[in-house]
């Protein structure tokens, strides 16, 4: 283990990066294994000046923050901007913010650790030093050298608050020591408050002092504000008006937001595509005249697994697309949902399991098991209301793309290999997206649009139709699960839990094609290795003598990518689902049961207990309705890890065919909230992405084509389905030992998902008795 000391040894001693805009020059100094310097990823327009590697201060006093996160609803722009607003004392109402432009400098090195089972390799002694410490000199290594820009798994909160934190409070340093020479007074006595610098009974605006202050040249270490930003929950109910409002909502209510589909270009022209069916499929036929014969089209481009038509609107485009009549031949398997199933029953019951994590061995009691089920879950598209699409244009020997992207490094490699350049000559422009659930992780589109500029000699806007981002997106990973449990004589103990769940390595496979460049077919050949992170919180959160959790992988013909919630949404069902059949089996109350469980987990059994006052919890009786379900997540931070808990009550009856949501009721800690509305939306949002996930949100495949692929066959909620929803927030600082741990946020956005689907399914067993282990629940034709 001296190599893992070693690298512990090589830690970096101040986190972030900042850029000294002064006389020491506009470098970016970044430590990891050893400091190295970055060009300054930001520029600056004629009438402002580059402050550091977030920020931009305006001569009007205009504040700019960049954001190194893709903004899909979440509010991440806005929670970025409060972070640096509470910290430089700025005013609100001269704060904007702009994606920030690919950099190492923005290298998300908790993503680096939390995915570091998926890139480095396992007999690497330090992997347990790399898995909890983001610092580590290297994943903080293999984080700058992507660089790994990606937002997903709700890292951005981990990895960039204190960076922004620093970089505000660099600003501040250098705005109080300006106005400090300016008035003659010692800095000390001096602060930043309403976008100014103030005391000595004087105040002297951010806009009067921005050359003079960043003339100066960055202290080596700025202190922070004794307090961080944050809002209390208790202080701000729903529908009150916050001091922080989001930054994007009043653009995206009058219409002038600018989304990717909205980028016009001088001579730009429009493009729409077909691609072949799911797995090893090539175009073989179409017919290029019917295109001609269309009016507003202005040619074809094809690849080997599309075939794209262009034209002056999208519309003539996908007309002349569908005149065309592709055709695809299948050169070796495709999706298939019969031969899908069968893999994964195959996998249940004859595969090689994989141990991922274990607590005793609960082999010898599981020989007899006291019950056990099967679950089963079917793939699910992500169906974000926006289509993907993305804008290229090659001029001068450069690449420059417009498009909505979780993984802006993949989508310029995506480019750049299409447009037959270099990755320095690809320029990426990161729009937000209108929804995407991870599907924008996936940045194929890229690669498209750049090869039909490159053929067109054009601007090429190219957008998928609805068929075509079901067709051609890539689902949540199908599941089969097999648990067992041994209970004690009098059933009220549980004493052996085993899990053994067949699935893809879903988690493997998104990172071959994210951070490794690999196409899609390519990356299936992961399908087959364990995958801890594709089953991520399998491991139940309660106190079970002997538990085990196997993966057994499958390699599909279907490729499977991750989806909102990620592996917790898939295991929260899992484990909450039997945990219910374990209670009842010994005549147990649900609530009572799991809390009996719950003494090593107290914000958790606080969770439930919160739940349980908002739903006013009628014990689970018979035709009550009711059903429970918690979940517990964590995140490695560079300060410690940081843990999210959530506790569902849901009321749910079963009428028509249909199931019908009454009301969901959670209670969430997610530790220091930052922007309590931002918070609510988030777990709000995530009970209604689980609920469609719930009820509906999947497809089976037919000759590697989706059975389901526009919004209307999804069986999604629609408004008059949605049900009633109560949301609190716990303070757990009573539970809390350490007192760092409260100002350490947790990011809500996968939180709200996962354990929708279980206290639904419980509700409907508590409604109906009826016991439901499929998802879509009713999917079995109960």
Sequence with gaps: MARSSALRRLKPTRRGVLIGAGAGGALIAAFALVPRHYASPLVAGKDGRVANAFLKLA?????????????????????????????????????????????????????????????????????????????????????????????????????????????????????????????????????????????????????????????????????????????????????????????????????????????????????????????????????????????????????????????????????AVAAMEPRFRARGAVADGNAIDAALDTALAKGSPKRLWGRGDPTALLEKPSLSARYDIEPALHAPLEPATCTARIEHGRLELWLATQAPEAARREGARAAGLGEGDVVVYPMAAGGSFDARLDARIAGEAAALARATGKPVQLTWSRWQESLASLPRAPVSALLEAGMSPDKQQLLGWRSRIAMPASLRETAARVLDGESAASARRWQGSADPLALEGAMPPYAIPECAVDHVPV?????????????????????????????????????????????????????????????????????????????????????GPRQGYIAVVATARQADGAIRVETLSACVDIGRVINADIARQQIEGGLFFGLGLAVGGSTGYAAGRPLAGHFSQLGLPLLADCPKVDVVFVDSSAQRQDPPSLDMPFDPGDLGVVAVAPAIANALFSATGLRLRRLPLLSEGV
């Design 59 to 319: 001569r009007d006093g205009t504040l700019t923050v960049a954001v190194p996160a893709c903004e899909m609803g979440q509010g991440v722009t806005t929670l970025m901007a409060q972070i640096v607003a509470v910290e430089l004392g700025a005013d609100w109402a001269q704060v904007a913010v702009e994606p920030a432009p690919l950099s190492p400098a923005y290298a998300d090195a908790v993503l680096a650790a939390h995915w570091a089972p998926l890139w480095l390799p396992t007999w690497l002694p330090i992997l347990p030093d790399v898995l909890d410490d983001p610092a580590n000199g290297l994943t903080r290594l293999k984080a700058e050298r992507g660089p790994m820009m990606l937002t997903v798994a709700g890292t951005s909160l981990a990895a960039f608050e204190q960076p922004l934190r620093e970089a505000a409070a660099t600003l501040r340093a250098q705005l109080i020591a300006a106005a400090a020479a300016q008035w003659g007074v010692a800095a000390d006595g001096l602060d930043t408050q309403g976008h100014a610098v103030v005391g000595e009974g004087k105040r002297l605006p951010f806009a009067r002092l921005v050359d003079a202050a960043l003339d100066l040249d960055p202290p080596g270490e700025a202190p922070l504000r004794a307090s961080p930003a944050r809002e209390a929950p208790s202080r701000f109910p729903a529908g009150s008006r916050l001091p922080f409002p989001r930054l994007d909502l009043p653009a995206k209510v009058d219409g002038s937001f600018v989304f990717a589909a909205d980028v016009r270009l001088p001579g730009m022209v429009h493009a729409a595509i077909a691609h072949g069916p799911q797995g090893d499929c090539v175009l073989s036929t179409w017919d290029a005249q019917a295109a001609a014969r269309v009016p507003g089209c202005l040619g074809v481009v094809h690849a080997k697994g599309w075939l794209a038509a262009i034209g002056v609107t999208w519309h003539a485009a996908d007309r």
């Design 555 to 639: 390699a599909l013909s279907l490729a499977t990518a991750r989806m909102r919630g990620g592996g917790a949404a898939i295991t929260a069902f899992l484990t909450e689902s039997f945990i219910d059949e374990c209670a009842h089996f010994g005549s147990s109350e649900p609530l009572a049961f799991r809390m009996a469980m719950l003494g090593g987990q107290p914000r958790l059994a606080a969770c439930l207990q919160g739940v349980a006052h908002l739903a006013m919890w009628g014990g689970g009786a018979d035709a009550s309705g009711q059903g429970i379900a918690c979940h517990a997540m964590e995140l490695a931070g560079p300060d």
